[in-house]
């Protein structure tokens, strides 16, 4: 739909951020979750428009009584149809001048949101996106333009939203103005993390005042969804991890359950408080329940569990997980001479953050593949295995939604260049997890929960006994509005042809998923079959897949003969 005029009026450096932001599709993310400032934005300065409507002028009227002696105004932004408006109003911008109560602008929200006929609740959408944690190293070369590069990066992905991990640092403005232009959800923890802390009355005030600073700082911008007060601490004081002395745990209480919630509600109650990332809600109870808050999942990776193992849980909101890669050849070859590359080298082991990443990549490779070629191939072949891991829980998780609703990985960047779970690595190029993401968090998308192999003969000198190989199907439906569409499935040969078939029409209803009917495979050898499935809408392919009943190291792939030509730039 068009933007208004007023929406690029002098007045305040915002303005051109909602212009960006209201044109952009993304809004809808940012809409669903901001219950309580989609509709308006403030600021102090003056400028001067002219309230076109009839519509508009009868708005500012029922908003200027409430505002009192301050000016109003206000423009409505029109829902779009083949390029004419519909006369549908979709949003507003609402200037109030010198409305600098808290009260009286959350008075406006409220108003602004039954004038336009908006929900009094936020819609529940699933959460899908990623941990931030600083782009670099040393804070002055992080330039706006790196930031929006990384951050439409993500976009790019379908995620929707974004954690900023608390044991990073509180970003510049720009990055917020960014995520409310992209539709990016923003969980922004505090930064206090895996620590222990002990109060006096100097650190109360300083606590206080960081809270106080940052909470006015943010809380104008839509993209923000709630407020955390720290990361992994609530689970790490239990489990003694930081040796914390029993006044210790008591200050735990005081300062994320007491001093930090009082500022965050004194400044800005209309966003949610959240204790620590995980949590139940606090006051010690169980922080990694699986039933209830948000979790932190490591047994797949640290754990060295299979990445099956996440079928086995159904967390209500999944806040951290994750698995290892190393960044392409490219970037290695920023940090190593030719001497350096092999990934138990003194330079490849300096740049590695976990003392046994090395070792479990090489674990759960030898798992899913043969040896790889050659060092590049090692690389790449780490890549696959995390994107594959990574999307073992994604796609288990969305099927599962209503009991999840958040998958959010760690992590998404990198703060140097190293082996990590990032998606992006530091230079902004994207590993083979970050082209997964754009299908296992596409809006609609299909998946297959398979059983075979690697579940029910993980090792294959097992004593030889039959075992399931089935497929479920499931299309999950992360839009406002139901999709009709067709199902297809194939069970095929190495070679591609099909030797069983089947279509389903269904429809999903908005916001849900659709589990079908098992299909049963048992009778067929899972070294020489393979199942393949789609969804289409209109005949257009929306989402694909394809499944193995056995690790990729043992199928019996044919080789295609492909050949490779490049002509300069291009290949063929």
């Known amino acids: 739909g068009r933007v208004h005029p007023l929406a690029s009026a002098r007045g305040g450096g915002n303005a051109l951020n909602v212009k960006r932001w209201l044109s952009n599709r993304s809004l809808l993310w940012a809409m669903v979750a901001m219950a309580a400032v989609l509709a308006l934005l403030f600021w102090g300065g003056g400028g001067t428009t002219s309230v076109e409507s009839r519509a508009e002028k009868r708005m500012a009227e029922v908003l200027g009584a409430i505002a009192g002696a301050g000016r109003v105004e206000v ?54 996106g990623a941990d931030y944690i600083p782009e670099d190293n040393i804070l002055s070369r992080i330039t706006y333009d790196r930031t929006r590069s990384l951050l439409e990066d993500a976009a790019g992905a379908n995620h929707n939203c974004i954690r900023v991990w608390g044991g990073g640092y509180y970003p510049e403005d720009f990055f917020y103005d960014i995520c409310d232009e992209l539709g ?7 930064m206090f993390s895996c620590s222990s802390y002990e109060l006096d009355e100097d650190f109360e005030e300083n606590i206080k005042e960081e809270v106080r600073q940052n909470v006015r700082r943010i809380r104008h911008h839509a993209c923000l969804g709630l407020w955390c007060g720290n990361n992994e601490m609530e689970d790490q004081v239990i489990n003694r991890s930081w040796s914390p002395s029993q006044k210790q745990v008591y200050d735990y209480i005081k300062i994320f359950e007491f001093i930090i919630p009082k500022v965050v509600k004194e400044e800005d109650p209309h966003t949610f408080y959240w204790p620590s990332s995980p949590s139940s809600g606090g006051n010690f109870n169980e922080p990694q329940a699986e039933n209830s808050g948000d979790a932190h999942y490591w047994d797949v990776w640290h754990g060295n569990k299979p990445f099956t193992e996440y079928r086995k849980f159904a967390f209500r909101y999944l806040s951290e997980f994750g698995f290892q890669s190393y960044p392409c050849l490219k970037t290695v070859e920023a ?24 070792g479990k990549i090489l674990n759960y490779l030898s798992a899913m ?33 209503g009991q999840c609703m958040g998958t959010v990985v760690w992590q998404l960047n990198d703060i140097w260049p190293v082996a990590s779970w990032a998606s992006i690595d530091y230079f902004g190029r994207w590993k083979a997890l970050h082209y997964a993401e754009k299908r296992m968090f596409a809006p609609v998308m299909i998946s297959c929960r398979e059983v075979g192999e690697l579940s029910e003969r993980p090792f294959c000198i097992a004593e030889p006994a039959p075992i399931e190989k089935s497929a479920t199907l499931c299309v999950t439906n992360e839009t406002f509005e139901s ?18 078939q089947g279509t389903e029409n269904v429809m999903v209803d908005p916001l849900s998923a ?15 079959y393979y199942f393949s499935y789609s969804f ?21 792939f044919v080789d295609p003969e492909l050949e490779l030509t490049r002509d300069g730039d291009k290949l063929t």
């Not at 060092?375 to 994107?387: C, G, K, N, W």
Request: charged share 25%; with cysteine; proline share 3%.
């Open 75 to 128: 423009a409505l932004f029109y829902a779009a149809q083949d390029g004419r408006e519909t006369g549908v109003p979709t949003g507003a911008l609402v200037v109030a001048q010198g409305a600098d109560d808290l009260a009286v602008r959350l008075e406006l929200i409220r108003a602004t949101r039954t004038l336009l006929g908006l929900p009094e609740a936020a819609v529940d959408v699933f959460a899908m």
């Open 184 to 190: 990016l959800m923003v969980w922004q923890d505090f």
């Open 335 to 358: 940090f190593t001479e030719e001497k350096d590359r092999n990934i138990f080298s003194r330079v490849m082991e300096m740049h590695q953050r976990n003392a046994a990443a090395n």
């Open 369 to 401: 593949y043969q040896y790889p070629k050659d060092f590049d191939s090692l690389l790449y072949a780490s890549q696959l295995l995390q994107a594959d891991a990574i999307r073992y829980g994604v796609e288990h998780f969305r099927r599962h939604r």
């Open 483 to 500: 999709v009709d569409g067709v199902v297809c499935w194939s069970l095929r040969d190495a070679y591609g042809a099909i030797v069983k």
């Open 514 to 528: 659709l589990w079908l009917k098992k299909l049963d495979f048992s009778e067929y050898d899972e070294l020489k």
């Open 536 to 556: 289409e809408v209109y005949g257009q392919e929306i989402s694909s897949g394809t499944s193995l009943f056995t690790p990729p190291k043992h199928f019996e």
